[in-house]
């Protein structure tokens, strides 16, 4: 039987979901933090601790809240955007890769909980986002978006250099955090349970 979400689950799943806002709208306090038309926030970084410290099911649920939330209105997005019109964006082929790379490594990590694990994972997920988003990019920008002069594919990765270089030391923070905080939170419960039944 699969274990059905608690409260705290939930509770939790918010929590991740405002991240994901606040993570999106660094650029509002920063606005030279746009480059090349793509905004460098931090919500990779937190979707990729999403998957890691929520695990497969809550991490992809939690971020598919966070998108249709986005969608239907509430301005969550880069630059505080939202609404339908979304998904004609070049950029928000990334948006869509969240709840995908939430899954995918938390359901990994989920088998084997060690240090390389998460860290390797982390770099995965963040693969899976720039693979995604520079491939949702490219299409939006040959098909329905009108491309500037002399786009390429190339240009594509060209303009998302500087912000991988950035996601990945961030991806590789994600993964020692989320290792550190597991292992934590494995130590104090086996703490616990060592008093209880000593206590017995």
Known sequence: MKKQLTALDLSIGAIFVALMAIGANITSIAPFMVIGGVPITLQTFFA????LILGSRLGMFT?????LLGLVGAPIFAQFGGGPSSILMPTFGFIVSYPILAFIIGRISERKRTLPTYITMALLGLVLNFLIG?????LAYQVWFEAPSGFTYALVWYWLALP????????????VFAYRLEKNFLSKRAFRTQRQVGSM
């Not at 520079?134 to 490219?138: E, I, L």
């Open 48 to 51: 990729i601790l999403a998957g």
């Open 164 to 175: 991988l270089v950035k996601d990945i030391v961030l991806a590789v923070i994600a993964g």
């Open 134 to 138: 520079a491939n949702w990019m490219y």
């Open 63 to 67: 971020m598919l809240v966070y998108m």
